[in-house]
């Protein structure tokens, strides 16, 4: 039987050969999870030996992701705003960026009876991370995939949240009511630089969560268009952008009438949340210049 020094350090350096720039780092997340020897013990106890399936089980994990597939599909889940959440590849992996969004969109949130409305909500991340935070009683996460729907309502379940509801639908088409706020971080990668990105992106993650059409501004024109139908007067809009989209994201949303538009930096200072608010009469306006 292997130590679990061997195991490790035998697991860091295939995936450092492979070019897996964390490798280290992953190794030791991969035998907590798959040997339940964390880190601590990892320097405490290294002679310590691991159980055969344990041993099988980590070389496994350690050969898919040689292949490049992301950690957070092997281990299954994912960390975002310091709650956990299960991730398939139906999802799109929850990133830190995205925090952003819904530390912008929390200090909006005024009662507990806001009725917020999460337009491609993947594995549910940001709706379900707002409503514990805020403790909002009601929302709603919308996606056209069944496949991403099954994994988000399966968090709201593990998470013991009430109130959360799940809407199968392209966009707006079958979302109904009037909501407070609308969060949205959709497809937004230009369609042809979708197969120049890292590889556990571009063949892991699911296509229809990352392309953003021809200039990755599809998703964001068709829901500045069709939200203010389903804001409340004064209701806000808050986006996840991606690199350089900012400006165009912010003239999208000022041609259809969004105010007090502003634009907020992740921890890396690249523009990341572009956020407005509807004024009260904007419903009549849309309409008129549709
Ligand atoms: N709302 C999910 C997230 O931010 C999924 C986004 C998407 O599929 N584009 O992680």
Request: hydrophobic fraction near 40%; include cysteine; charged fraction near 25%.
């Amino acid at each position: 039987m292997k130590t679990v020094r061997q195991l490790f350090e035998e697991g860091s350096s295939r995936l450092k050969a492979a070019g897996i720039e964390n490798g280290r780092q992953e190794a030791g997340y991969l035998l907590e999870d798959l040997c339940g020897i964390d880190r601590i013990r990892l320097y405490t106890h290294p002679e310590e030996t691991v159980d055969p399936e344990g041993e099988r089980r980590f070389n496994e994990a350690i050969r898919r992701r040689l292949t490049r597939e992301p950690l957070q599909y092997i281990l299954g889940k994912a960390h975002f705003m310091g709650m956990v959440f299960h991730v398939s590849p139906a999802v799109l992996i929850p990133r830190q960026d995205t925090e952003v969004l819904v530390e912008t969109a929390l200090a909006h949130i005024k009662d507990k009876n806001a009725d917020v409305l999460d337009m491609c909500t993947g594995s549910g991340c940001i709706l379900l991370s707002l409503m514990a935070l805020a403790g909002l009683r009601r929302g709603c996460g919308a996606d056209i995939s069944p496949e991403a729907l099954e994994v988000a309502a399966g968090n709201q379940a593990a998470l013991g949240i009430k109130g959360a509801r799940w809407i199968l639908s392209a966009l707006f088409e079958k979302v109904t009511g009037k909501y407070d706020m609308i969060l949205s971080n959709p497809p937004y990668i230009p369609r042809g630089e979708i197969d120049g990105l890292m590889p556990e992106v571009s063949r892991f993650e699911p296509r229809v969560a990352l392309d953003g059409q021809e200039d990755g501004l599809a998703f964001y024109r068709e829901i500045v268009k069709q939200a203010p139908l389903f804001l409340k007067p004064g209701g806000m809009l808050f986006f996840e952008i991606g690199c350089g989209q900012a400006a165009d994201v912010t003239a999208c949303m000022a041609g259809r009438g969004f105010e007090d538009i502003h634009t907020v930096r992740d921890l890396s200072g690249l523009d990341r949340v572009v956020y407005g608010r509807i004024p009260s009469f904007a419903e009549e306006r849309t309409c008129l210049t549709d």
